[in-house]
């Protein structure tokens, strides 16, 4: 039965909010959050007006690459729970009008899966075909040229079968191989498992990715040290972003489609033009969202984000659901990468992110204004980004705006997947083991109890705008619209909403957008400008006033 209708797209507007559950909140004491901790803190997600939870990997795993390194499509990982919490978490989510989303890894599984196991234990073995093995190339090394995420080769010798192994991450990442129809038939039955049990969708790793070039031939150079572009030098013209990976997508979303509270498709789609993005939601057939990495690659000035929004608007089909976020797990936080840890800044970029039309995807921490923490090398965990000498502890982030290295992340990873700062107690009340597993930030600070009770807080207007934006657009896709703004000033109308803000170190004069003003970033109202009509914005301020004769839509909830 397809649901397509407008009713049924729940992620239209949503708020989704990916919590990193090793770094949440740990009920058991291994210094590891867990879905008990998720559990717990469900009121606090739907207090602040969370619509849908992405799980960072909750797979068995023997943890390479934290969870993305997955040994059983159909468990649970032992550090985080089990099945039964699994349940227990969505039925919980879903009595508080939240949905759960789990994170899928396709394009490879762990070296230690049973498939990748069988696949390696000769030629003839059943699994072979499952992951993509080649005999050495002309000279007698690697069959081609492709590197993997550490700037090494993709390619693995495996010594008793005589033959090369593709990776496009770790070694123990072995890439499964899409040409073989066995492994479309293993994820259809994977994504029917978890449906079944409630999930409300997917968010699907490295969705550019799955397919690789059935001849194996060379990638091109690539010099312009995009981050989309490429990586250490090389467009992934062949080893990803294969045309036929979209077939796959054409499938699940059939799939989706066939239960009658309609599943989600979310990629980590990571492509630098918006005409590619755009392939990626096909006919309305394939994915319903789509990460949008140039605006996250975007710098945080006017220019910049208001041009990789009209870019993607209209890439989009009519309908499609632009999805905007600025952190994640890989990436680092905003509130480091755009604002160097600037409240101000911090406030503007959250008021962008939700008054754009379609979802927004917060991480864990970006409503207190959690910035990356500098993890000291002993302490580091990430073995990719350690692997790949891109181990700086220092935390810092800059504009990320395409001056990083091949991967698109700056530094370790692990800056940005630190424990929750739960409140300024001993590991910011994020444990009782004696450490937890990543050190904490600076919880006496910014954490989330002192915040909540702060009518000025981030978290604060964190929740204020994110309560505007359900009252205001009901979880529906917004209309859009740039108005005019001076230099420094972005201005725009997203339904009933018009949004002005200044992106610049002095005052802008804007057109006084009327009334009610239904939020400001500094508490404050714009005091009037120079010339009758104008109001004059403080430096990093943004307002939100509803725009005149336009109603709010009617509420989701
Ligand atoms: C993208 C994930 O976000 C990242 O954390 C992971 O290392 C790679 N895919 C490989 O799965």
Redesign the pocket.
């Known amino acids: 039965m397809k649901s397509k209708d407008s009713h049924n797209r729940w992620w239209h507007g949503a708020v989704l909010y990916q919590l990193y559950v090793r770094s949440w909140l740990d009920t058991d004491g291994d210094g590891y959050g867990d879905l008990g901790g998720v559990i717990a803190r469900l009121d606090y997600l739907s207090w602040l007006g969370v619509d849908g939870i992405w799980l960072s990997p909750t797979m068995p795993s023997p943890d390479e690459?934290w969870g993305?390194d997955v040994s059983d499509y159909l468990g649970v990982h032992p550090d985080l729970g089990t099945l039964e919490d699994m349940d227990r978490l969505i039925a919980e989510a879903g009595q508080r009008g939240m949905r759960v989303l789990l994170d899928l890894?396709p394009?490879?599984t762990s070296s230690a899966h049973p498939w990748f196991i069988d696949a390696a234990g000769g030629k003839g073995s059943g699994h072979r075909d499952f992951y993509v093995w080649a005999d050495p190339g002309a000279g007698g090394g690697p069959p081609n040229n492709w590197l993997n995420?550490t700037g090494g080769p993709a390619w693995t010798w495996h010594d008793s079968t005589k033959q090369y192994y593709l990776h496009n991450?770790l070694p123990g990442?072995p890439d499964l191989n899409w040409w073989e129809p066995r492994v479309h038939e293993e994820f259809r039955q994977i994504l029917r498992f978890w449906f079944d049990r409630g999930v409300a969708g997917f968010r699907i790793?490295?969705a550019h990715g799955l397919y690789k070039d059935a001849e194996l031939r060379d990638n091109p150079p690539e010099l312009s040290g995009n981050p989309l572009a490429g990586r250490f030098g090389q467009q992934q013209a062949y080893n990803a972003n294969r045309p036929e990976t979209h077939d796959v997508y054409r499938d699940w979303r059939r799939i989706a489609d066939s239960y009658p509270a309609a599943r989600v498709l979310l990629g980590?789609t990571w492509v630098g033009d918006p005409d590619r993005l755009a392939d990626f939601y096909g006919n309305d057939d394939q994915l319903q969202l789509a990460f949008n990495f140039p605006f996250v690659f975007a710098r945080l000035t006017a220019p910049d984000l208001s041009a990789v929004v009209a870019g993607t608007l209209a890439a989009l089909p009519a309908e499609a659901c632009p999805v905007w976020t600025a952190s994640?797990?890989?990436v680092g936080r905003f509130p480091t990468r755009w604002c160097d840890g600037d409240q101000r800044k911090v406030r503007l970029a959250l008021l962008v992110l939700a008054t754009l039309p379609g979802a927004m995807v917060l991480y864990y921490g970006d409503e207190i204004g959690m910035t990356d923490v500098g993890v000291p090398l002993e302490l580091q965990q990430d073995k990719?980004s350690l692997g790949s000498g891109q181990n700086g502890s220092s935390g810092e982030g800059g504009q990320n705006g395409g001056s990083t290295d091949g991967n698109g992340w700056q530094g370790n990873?692990d800056r940005a997947r630190t424990p929750t700062q739960w409140d300024g107690s001993v590991a910011a009340g994020s444990t009782r083991a004696a450490a937890p597993w990543l050190p904490t930030g600076d919880s006496a600070t910014v954490n989330v109890a002192d915040q909540r009770d702060d009518p000025g807080s981030v978290l604060s207007l964190c929740r204020d705008l994110l309560s505007l934006r359900r009252a205001e657009s009901g979880g529906q896709l917004a209309s859009y619209q740039p108005l005019p703004a001076p230099p420094g000033g972005w201005a725009y109308r997203a339904g009933s909403l018009t949004v002005l803000a200044n992106f610049s170190d002095r005052p802008v004069t804007c057109q006084d957008p009327g009334r009610p003003i239904l939020l400001s970033t500094t508490g404050a109202t714009p005091a009037a400008g120079d010339a009758a009509g104008d109001i004059l914005l403080a430096p990093w301020q943004g307002i939100v006033a509803r725009t005149a004769g336009v109603p709010p839509a009617p509420g989701r909830r």
């Open positions: 690459d993305y890894v394009n490879h995420a991450f990442q790793d490295v980590e994640n797990h890989d990719m990873r």
